[in-house]
């Protein structure tokens, strides 16, 4: 079976848009990563959790590969949190943290950034969103709906 990875921030939630609150609202937090309730409180990213669904069903194994913020111990609970709430307590079994992206064996990593955490050392192919390619989740669903035929 094709093993799909997602990314958490800024491909299934919009970190960018809280993190820019915690700054205009906390200019002196020094990591607003940090704030409690940062990652449990993000919102989705637009249509982001109909595609997350809409790779499962056509039938990939499709699992969350997200690099937490070592500045907040509260954020790998948080991000537990986030994805019990948005896609299901199910979908937490299939929830990885990890810093290094390139230590898990996959097909495909969705994920907003080409490098860094070990997206560019990714055994599989890295699907880079918001990039031209694949600008959202309409993008990214219609490349997969054609791959999986």
Known sequence: MTRIYVDMDQTLADYASSYRR???EQPDVAYPQSVPGLFSGLAPMQDAIKGYRRLEDIGFDVWILSAPSYMNPRCYMEKRQWVEQHLGLKTCKKLILSCVK???IGDYLIDDYD???GQECFSGQLIHFGADKFPDWSSVTEYFEAVSN
């Open 115 to 117: 490098h860094g955490k």
């Open 22 to 24: 915690v700054r205009e």
């Open 102 to 104: 390139s230590l898990l």
